[in-house]
């Protein structure tokens, strides 16, 4: 049964820190490109981060580049992202999501990937 399991989300002053964690199961991990999806309150869905199979090569969007790092750990199954200097417009429900490619997805759109997490809340507010 393929899984993927968000957590570390949470509410977080504006300016703070947050990592969250993505726990793969049920498909070859290191065979998958991996991002992280997010949607805001009333808005569709921002593709946020993309990591390539074996961590090497990373991309984000514009919104959050230089505040948000994506890694990955294929010996434990693990994605995650850092998340720093945080403002409300970060508030978001965060997934994680994967597609068995050969070059990152930077795509909001859930057809594009081929497993979908359930999602973390981010809240950022003072």
């Known amino acids: 049964q393929v899984q993927l399991v968000e957590s570390g989300g949470g509410l977080v002053q504006p300016g703070g820190p947050l990592r969250l964690s993505c726990a793969a199961s049920?498909?070859?991990?290191?065979?998958?490109?991996m991002s992280w999806v997010r949607q805001a309150p009333g808005k569709g869905l921002e593709w946020v981060s993309g990591?390539?199979?074996?961590?090497?090569?990373?991309t984000y969007a514009d919104s959050v580049k230089g505040r948000f790092t994506v890694s990955r750990d294929n010996a434990k199954n693990m994605l995650y992202l850092q998340m720093n200097s945080l403002t409300p417009e970060d508030t978001a429900v965060y997934y994680c999501?994967?597609?068995?490619?050969?070059?990152?997805?930077?795509?909001?759109?859930?057809?594009?990937?081929?497993?979908w997490g359930q999602g973390t809340q981010v809240t950022v507010s003072s």
């Open positions: 999501a994967g597609a068995n490619r050969g070059v990152i997805v930077t795509s909001s759109n859930k057809n594009d990937y081929d497993y």
């Open positions: 049920g498909f070859t991990f290191s065979s998958s490109v």
């Open positions: 990591i390539s199979r074996r961590g090497l090569s990373t």
